[in-house]
């Protein structure tokens, strides 16, 4: 999931045997050089969030949540409709 951040900054990255390679040079840290953000859809059973895409780019967040529009149960959408969440303002 790193290798996706160190490359789109523009490095190279191996790892050979257990050993990280950074810009042709072994390294055992890497200080990333912009914000990202990991981003979890609410179905976790067939969301594509970033356990599918990889971390998000500040740059790339245009927005932010208006509303919880629908909000209940996963054993049950009719009984366990959690109606103290419907309508909530996002932050």
């Known amino acids: 999931m790193y290798r996706h951040i160190i490359e789109r900054e523009g490095s190279t ?7 990280i ?4 040079s072994v390294s055992s840290t890497y200080t990333v050089q912009d914000n990202y953000y990991y981003v979890l859809g609410d179905n976790r059973r067939d969301s594509y969030d970033s356990r599918y895409w990889g971390f998000v780019p500040e740059v790339n967040i245009i927005g ?18 959690r109606w103290e969440r419907i309508g909530l303002v996002g932050n």
């Open 13 to 19: 990255i191996e790892i050979s045997h257990s050993i």
């Open 64 to 81: 932010k949540p208006l509303l919880i529009y629908w909000s209940s149960e996963l054993q049950s959408m009719v009984k366990g409709i």
């Open 21 to 24: 390679i950074i810009n042709g």
